[in-house]
């Protein structure tokens, strides 16, 4: 995975730091990776400081509200007719995405094997999981909102502020699980009708796809530590 | 830019994978075994920022892109850093001004249904 990197103007690239002033006053483009893939990088880091103001948002609330914050393994916890489970259904969630974290990685190296129909069904496999998480994350809403009588104002369990910032934050990631699953189907969909073959068979579209991918799974490795661990 | 050399062996995927589910079970685990205090939030930033950190090298292919992009991505999150030494120095006025002004908190939380 060491080969040369070679500049618009025909010269090998260095690497490291010398490699950094050498790209950023590079002819024409300063990273050299597909734009799609550069432009998505530069998305996901917009992205990454959006869900930080939201999670300092909760931050501040939290350690400023003076009524006592809900104890999250006990709100999220689940009985199954016995004693209730700590966290059990995030757990599950947790799960599931890493599973498809896991199933996005190997579509993105079944895409560079020109494997067509294995990078398909592991972009549906990953889909599927996510559609699941979605379904998991608006039970536990139903039950808070249902049960609980937990609302973006008010919440019986404790600290007002609880509601609002979990609905926001989960809600955000939800959106953003939703939309990657849609981006997700497309995408497989074009992979199988040989859309990417007619382009020159390059598949650096399902790599750009996982980095979407991840970086959701990315978001909740956050928001499973600070709201419901800690 | 190569295509080919966007490309591992997949061995590596499967043990991060596996690695992901692990330090998983045991952030679970820091819950369940009901750790307190600062052991708690250690070990709930520790596991957090191993997870995220093998996610991003690996899954998201960061160890092996170049040094420009890595520094262009991961250098201004150090700004959201400052940013939460910021604001937790001011919860925490606001928390002890409220406490000063509108003394302790009078609620009576209701019991949790399961």
Not at chain 1, 179 to 189: N, S, T
Request: glycine residues 8%; contains cysteine.
């Amino acid at each position: 995975m060491s080969e040369a990197v070679v500049s618009n103007t025909g010269e090998i690239l260095p690497t490291g730091t010398k490699g950094v002033s050498a790209d950023f006053s590079s002819d024409m483009q300063s990273f050299h990776v597909p734009w799609g893939k550069a432009m998505m990088w530069i998305f996901l880091l917009s992205d990454t400081f959006i869900f930080s103001c939201f999670l300092i948002g909760y931050m501040t609330v939290r350690i400023s509200a003076v009524d006592p914050w809900p104890v999250p393994s006990e709100v999220f916890a689940l009985s199954f007719g016995g004693d209730p489970i700590p966290l059990i259904l995030i757990a599950i969630m947790t799960f599931i995405l890493i599973t498809s974290s896991g199933t996005m990685a190997l579509a993105v190296n079944m895409g560079y094997r020109k494997n067509r129909k294995a990078t398909f069904w592991l972009m549906i496999a990953t889909a599927v999981l996510g559609a699941s998480f979605v379904g998991m994350q608006a039970f536990e809403w139903t039950k808070l909102i249902v049960e609980e009588g937990v609302r973006p104002w008010a919440n019986p369990m404790g600290a007002a502020q609880f509601g609002s910032t979990f609905f926001m934050i989960t809600g955000f990631h939800g959106l953003h699980v939703s939309a990657g699953v849609i981006y997700l189907v497309v995408i497989a969909r074009r992979v199988r009708n040989g859309f990417y073959e007619k382009r020159g068979g390059n598949y650096e579209i399902v790599e750009i796809t996982g980095l979407y991918w991840h970086f959701v799974d990315l978001v909740w490795v956050f928001i499973f530590a600070f709201f419901y661990l800690w | 830019m190569a295509q080919e050399g966007q490309q591992h062996p997949l061995n590596v995927y499967f043990w991060i994978w596996g690695l992901l589910f692990v330090l998983s079970g045991f952030s679970y685990m820091v819950d369940y075994l009901n750790f307190q205090g600062m052991t708690r939030w250690g070990l709930i930033l520790l596991f957090m920022f191993l997870k995220a950190g093998f996610i991003v090298a690996i899954f998201m292919h960061m160890k092996w892109e170049r040094l420009a992009l890595k520094f262009a991505i991961l250098l201004p999150p150090i700004a959201i850093m400052v940013f939460i030494a910021l604001m937790s120095i001011e919860g925490d006025y606001t928390f002890l001004t409220r406490i000063e002004f509108f003394g302790e908190s009078t609620f009576v939380p209701e019991a949790v249904h399961h």
